[in-house]
């Protein structure tokens, strides 16, 4: 059956499949086109000489960084430079002899090391790169190394200073972490970030679910600074780098962001040519290809560059049967003004998937039903993924005499999703019933195992139970259309120095989901038949069709008082109007939310490499942060949020290793709960703003880029999450409750979760990656993951049948719904084939762990088990 089953999917032929010949016909001209680069490779300057060098084809360079130095002084040049960039430029000249020289200033996007090239035009001074973040300036001749940069700073305008010196934990995952590890996806790529955890999708809401710091970040996407929030699985194909704001952060995002916010950094266009591509091969039937294509359009528009990036992939899941991930993606950008005080990008990306999914295995009581971790549920013929987001951007930005600049850009995106998969599920729940005043619950087969709602006891044989396959079949389109502008700049009023940010921005955003049921159908729990036909009964469900206008106003100011004491702070008004459609199958509602946030926060510099720092920051969710609004909760107060931090940041070994720490309480208040005691017959109408919860914890990190290959990211996250103040009840025995009543008002009948753990949230989690030069030219990376148990609701005790026979509700054990901890661990082996392709292998999971990845309260989805990739990096 599993061999007819996957003949059946070979026949569907990859939505995507022209990408594949695109990819392919690019590979091969890179790689027939070698000879030729190497021969112009010859005639090209080295980096290491006079005047304007070029890089060496396809050699590291420094990043590419908005410059804005007005012409004066050396000496403040200097010191603006070392501020925007993030860099440390050690003077290598006897003291009080730069105070004689002029520069001429410069405004727009340079690499860094251009950048200061140009500073020092007609001042007869050279520099040399010591280090990953440490240029020295003197007499000497300018020396190039391979200084692919440990992050010290984050390409949004809203964060003006170097990491080093910004008052919050912000982890950054650079390209170079996701290059050495084979990452394919964003949630991958957040496995190197301790306090972010994944989550399974809810309903049809496929995609990139995860939490940070114990809170849900589902709403809290970002691609370059502005709202990602599209339901879909992100390809790191198109990534310069990841970065994750840990915290509230409305002031500089808007609405959500309880407990951080993820950005995308994408790649945009450069001023040199360079082709480079990736080839992988797995064992678990991977095949992927991408290409990263720049060029400069100087013959035609001067200042113009031209980058296309593109993705073709197809897998399976290791240690799941049928399951299967095909993607294509392609991302072109064009840049006009290079070097200019006026320039504009316009960029596209589309991703297409179209995948078979898999919703994992069922709960059997409180854990995994004990079955092969192979088996799966689906229809492998019926079930599918298929999303295709659309995003279309253009940027404009115009310097202002070195003092500001001004940035608009303007976001069009489209993200349609039709979804089949099987949730499955065997119910252990029993029924309830007062008999003779004691509640008796009963878990039995009534007539045959294919009954409307058969209960099996945890004393069932796996081989006796049936398997719900409940089928979720959802489409839905959200689109956004969004404008954001933006004012930089840096001004000194009485020697003190202020960076600030003025930002408004606002837009339209639009989801319009729907679906159809299916009649319940039931398989055998060890062998199901994955070539079932799908049951009839299809009926249409719920139509809903919402459309948020808003707006926001924001300002934020770092003020530098001495060279050891900054002061920062931000305001922001948001303006939020959500509206349910009359004309759709639901309820017609509406919400105004009109809502202001705040951060403060107090950097101190004991030492110039090292901070210390305060941080204070609010922010809210509105009910309908996701686009869902409904009329029981139209009328409620926005969910508010705060939290306290203080950390520490230090840049070691010549900045080329970045520390950090960091101890936090976020407190959330108003929490949508529904009271048990409310008046309204519908209890779903009984919402309540009074629930309360709070994380609090510590986090260390480590970044790093040092000599011989040696490469690092480290992190570490204690989270205490709990639920501090609720009205809900928790216990599995709500339906014979009644308030007052001596026996059924009070436990277990009533069981309030104040102090409960919050849901997916690890007390501990880790990570390690690390990697080092091997003899014979090889190089080595070995890395692991960490996660401790998880429980998959914060407010749900479940009662846990031990028999089928009627037993007092006072005899049956209660529980959570747990996931066990896990250790994951990976391992890289690389070489050089010649100076243009390397060959890598990966290997994932070594010792075939078996973990759930991705849990949910009603299913749990394990992670991939092991698997060997095989690739070659191509760079000309």
Known sequence: ???????????????????????????????????????AASNTPAAGGTGSAALP???????????????????????????QTGLHVRIDLPQGTLAGFQTKGISGNFAEDEGLRLLLEGTGLNYKIQDASTLVLGLQSRESVDVTTAANSVGLAQFTEPLTNTPQTVNVVPQFIMQEQAVTTLRDSL??????????????????????????????????????????????????AIEVLQGPASVEFGRGSTGGVINQETKAPVDHEFVRGTLQLGTNAMRRVTADVNEPLDDFIPGSAFRMNIVGSQSNVAQRDYAQTRRFGVAPSLTFGLHSTTRGTLSYLHESEDSIPDYGLPYFGTQKLNVDRKTFYGFANESYLKTNPDIVTG?????????MTLRSTLRWGNYPRDIRVVEPQVNTTPTYANVNGVGVATCSLTGTPTSTNPCYSLSTPVSSVKVLRNIINRNATEDILWEQTQAVGHLKIHNIENNFVVMVEGGRER?????????????????????????????????????????????????????????????????????????????????LIKKPTYRAAVVVKPRRNGTIYFDYGTSFNPPAESLSLSANNATQAPQENETYEVGTKWDLLNDKLNLNGAYFRTNKSNVYETDPNGTNPDASQNVVNVGGQRVQGFQIGALGHLASHFDLILGYAYLDGVVTNSVVNASPYASLYKKGDPVFGTFPYFINPTNFPLANVPKNSGNLWVTHNLPFGF????????????????????????????????????????MNGYWIFNAMLRRPINDRVDFQANLVNLTNKFYIDAPHPNHLIPGEGFNAQFGFNMHF
């Open 1 to 39: 059956m599993r061999k007819l089953a996957r003949r059946n999917r070979t026949k569907r032929q990859f939505a995507a499949s022209k990408g594949w010949l695109a990819v392919g016909t690019l590979a091969a001209t890179a790689v027939m086109g070698s000879g030729h680069q190497a021969q």
């Open 57 to 83: 084809p396809g050699g590291p360079s420094l990043p590419v960084k908005q410059l804005n130095i007005a012409a004066g002084s050396l000496e403040d040049g200097i010191k603006a430079y070392e501020q």
């Open 191 to 240: 496995r190197n970030v301790p306090g972010v955890s994944i989550a399974a999708g809810e309903g049809g809401n496929q995609g990139d679910n995860l939490t940070i710091r114990g809170f849900s970040a589902r709403s809290d996407m970002f691609i370059d600074g502005i709202r990602d929030f599209g339901s879909y699985y992100r390809d790191a194909f198109d990534y310069e």
């Open 395 to 403: 940027k404009v930005e115009h310097d202002f005499g070195g003092l």
């Open 511 to 591: 989801s319009m989901p729907g679906g159809y049921r299916f009649a319940a159908s039931y398989v055998s729990a060890i062998d199901p038949n994955a070539n079932d036909v799908l049951p009839g009964g299809e009926t249409v469900i719920e139509r809903t069709h919402v459309t948020s206008s808003s707006y926001g106003v924001s300002g934020m100011d770092t003020l530098k008082l001495t060279q050891w004491l900054q002061f920062s702070g931000g305001v922001r008004f948001d303006y939020f109007n959500t509206q349910v459609d009359a004309l759709s199958t639901a309820v017609a509602a509406s919400e």
């Open 779 to 818: 190089v080595g990376g070995f890395g692991s993951n960490f996660l401790g148990p998880r429980r998959a609701s914060s407010t749900a005790m479940v009662a846990v049948p031990l028999t089928a026979a009627a037993t007092p509700v006072t005899q049956v054990p209660l529980a959570f719904k747990t």
